[in-house]
C-alpha cells in the first residue's frame, strides 16, 4: 500500500491510500479543488478515485465531500454520521467494526471515542500489511489498541501540548472539552499510545497538530521522546500541504 496525508489540522483532514487495485481517501475535510489539486501534484486525476471513507460529521473532515460526491466518487460512512450532518448526498452505510472488502482492501470501520454522532477510526488492510488512521479522539479504545500492536503504519493525532493548553487563551469549557475522552488526543498520550503497544510499527504520521495548542516542534520532539526505543519513521503532516508518498 502507498499513503499520503493531502492535509490535517482543524482546517481539514484527508487521507489517499493506495493499493494495487483501489485508490481511496479517509476523509474529504479540504475544499474539492484543493482536493483535486493535491491529487494532480501525486500523479493522479479525481475521477481515478474509487472512494471516500467518512470518520464523523464534522466540518474539517466533510467539506469537500458533495464536490467529489457530484464527480460520482463513491462515498461511505455510518447511518447516524449522514443523519447528523447537512450532507446532500446520497452515501453508502457502513455498519461500525464490520470488515468491508473494498476491492482488494479490508476496511474496517472501528467505534472511536470523539464528540461526534457516532466518530470511527479506520484500520485497512491489504496483503498482510495494516494501516490505521485515527485523527480525532480523546482516548484509545481496544480496537485502536489493537490495531496498534499490528499496524506497520499510522496516522494518529497528536492534537495538543497539554501545557500550552492549559495556559492558553481557549476558554475553561473549550479547554476541558479538548482534554476529555472525546475529546483530542495529547503528544504524550500519542507517544505513550506507541511505546507501550506498537510491535510491527514502522511509520507514524504526525496529525492533526492545533495551530494553537501545539507546535510541530514539540509535537516531533515529545512524540520521539517517548518511543526513543523504537525504530519509527515519524512524518510530521501540515494544515496547508501534503506529504509525501510513503509505501507500506
Given at each position: 500500500m502507498k499513503i499520503c496525508v493531502l492535509a490535517s489540522g482543524s482546517s481539514g483532514n484527508s487521507t489517499y491510500i493506495e493499493s494495487k487495485e483501489a485508490k481511496i481517501l479517509i476523509d474529504a475535510g479540504i475544499s474539492g479543488k484543493r482536493i483535486i489539486t493535491s491529487l494532480n501534484k501525486l500523479g493522479y486525476d479525481l475521477d481515478e478515485l474509487d472512494g471516500v471513507f467518512v470518520s464523523h460529521e464534522h466540518t474539517d473532515h466533510v467539506k469537500g465531500l458533495e464536490r467529489l460526491y457530484k464527480n460520482k466518487i463513491s462515498v461511505?460512512?455510518?447511518?447516524?454520521?449522514?443523519?447528523?450532518s447537512n450532507l446532500t448526498?446520497?452515501?453508502?452505510?457502513?455498519?461500525?467494526?464490520?470488515?468491508?472488502?473494498?476491492?482488494?482492501?479490508?476496511?474496517?470501520?472501528?467505534?472511536?471515542?470523539?464528540?461526534?454522532?457516532?466518530p470511527v477510526g479506520f484500520k485497512i488492510e491489504n496483503n498482510g500489511s495494516t494501516i490505521g488512521v485515527y485523527t480525532d479522539f480523546g482516548k484509545a479504545n481496544q480496537?485502536?489498541?489493537?490495531?496498534?500492536?499490528?499496524?506497520?503504519?499510522?496516522?494518529?493525532?497528536?492534537?495538543?501540548?497539554?501545557?500550552?493548553?492549559?495556559?492558553?487563551?481557549?476558554?475553561?469549557h473549550l479547554k476541558q472539552r479538548i482534554l476529555s475522552d472525546k475529546g483530542h488526543l495529547s503528544n504524550i498520550d500519542a507517544g505513550l499510545l506507541v511505546n507501550n503497544h506498537?510491535?510491527?510499527?514502522?511509520?507514524?504520521f504526525l496529525a492533526?497538530?492545533?495551530?494553537?495548542?501545539?507546535t510541530e516542534e514539540l509535537a516531533y520532539n515529545t512524540f520521539t521522546e517517548l518511543t526513543k526505543e523504537k525504530k519509527l519513521n515519524k512524518i510530521l503532516t501540515y494544515h496547508d500541504k501534503e506529504t509525501d508518498i510513503i509505501k507500506i
Open positions: 461511505f460512512m455510518n447511518r447516524e454520521t449522514f443523519l447528523s448526498l446520497n452515501p453508502n452505510f457502513f455498519i461500525n467494526d464490520k470488515t468491508i472488502d473494498f476491492r482488494d482492501l479490508k476496511i474496517t470501520p472501528q467505534s472511536v471515542i470523539h464528540d461526534a454522532a457516532d480496537a485502536i489498541i489493537d490495531t496498534v500492536k499490528e499496524a506497520q503504519a499510522l496516522v494518529l493525532e497528536t492534537n495538543h501540548d497539554i501545557d500550552m493548553l492549559l495556559n492558553g487563551r481557549y476558554p475553561y506498537s510491535k510491527k510499527l514502522k511509520t507514524v492533526h497538530i492545533s495551530r494553537n495548542n501545539n
